[in-house]
């Protein structure tokens, strides 16, 4: 069974400091494993994904994100929030690329 | 180069009626997945088709049922609605076949009310 866990719903940080956001997966096999950003009445849209190349993966907008075997992790993180990052986060984990699971979502506010 | 999009945005039903609702994949993607996003949750998998077949699903009825065209549009049918299938339904294109890497592009999506 696949599945991730969200740790947080909610992150507050504020504008210039850094952001992480915290994600478990559960998973039989080599997981592909994705960030999701969902800013409001937009459609989603890939931050970044993991595939198995490097550990340490680089995606748009300065976010990053480690893929960590031995915790079964997968954290999002950014040096410096920016106000345009406040938005809804979703981390995916996938087993064969034909079905596809989401966490619960982390909503991320940025205080100017 | 289009990207996805989803008819109709908003739609209104009541309990026991059927709706389909439906996807345009972006230019040159032959793989469609369909999910649901119910108020304050993530989106949870209902299938996905590649080159009209069904390639997987997740954990819904058989009452939620697809259909994928020759084009690789795609049509979501639920059948006997329920009060609890109110919620965003979102369409995601992907290229390639069955890579387990391959982005998936989201739609805006679907706003199914059930009254």
């Known amino acids: 069974a696949q599945s991730v866990t969200q740790l947080d719903s909610h992150v507050s940080v504020s504008e210039g400091t850094p952001v992480l956001l915290r994600c478990n997966y559960s998973?039989?096999?080599?997981?592909?494993l994705f960030w999701y950003v969902q800013h409001p009445n937009k459609g989603l849209q890939l931050l970044l994904k993991y595939t198995s190349a490097a550990t340490l993966v680089k995606g748009i907008n300065g976010f990053e994100a480690e893929f960590k075997k031995s915790e079964t992790s997968f954290h999002l993180t950014k040096p410096s929030a920016h106000m345009s990052d406040a938005a809804e986060y979703f981390c995916v984990v996938s087993d064969n690329g034909n079905q596809f699971y989401f966490g619960t979502g982390t909503s991320l506010t940025v205080i100017p | 180069e289009t990207g996805v999009t989803q008819s109709p945005t908003h739609l209104i039903k009541t309990r026991g009626q059927q709706v389909t609702l439906r996807c345009s994949s972006q230019s040159g993607h032959n793989t469609v997945s369909w999910y649901q996003q119910a108020l304050g949750q993530g989106p949870q998998f209902i299938f996905q088709y590649y080159r009209e077949e069904e390639n997987g699903r997740g954990n819904f009825p058989p009452r939620f049922s697809g259909l994928q065209f020759p084009n690789y549009s795609s049509e979501l049918n639920v059948n006997a609605l329920e009060l609890d299938d109110s919620a965003l339904y979102l369409c995601?294109?992907?290229?390639?076949?069955?890579?387990?890497?391959?982005?998936?592009?989201f739609g805006p999506g679907t706003r199914l009310t059930v009254l």
């Open positions: 998973s039989s096999y080599s997981p592909s």
């Open positions: 995601a294109s992907s290229p390639g076949g069955r890579g387990l890497y391959n982005e998936q592009f």
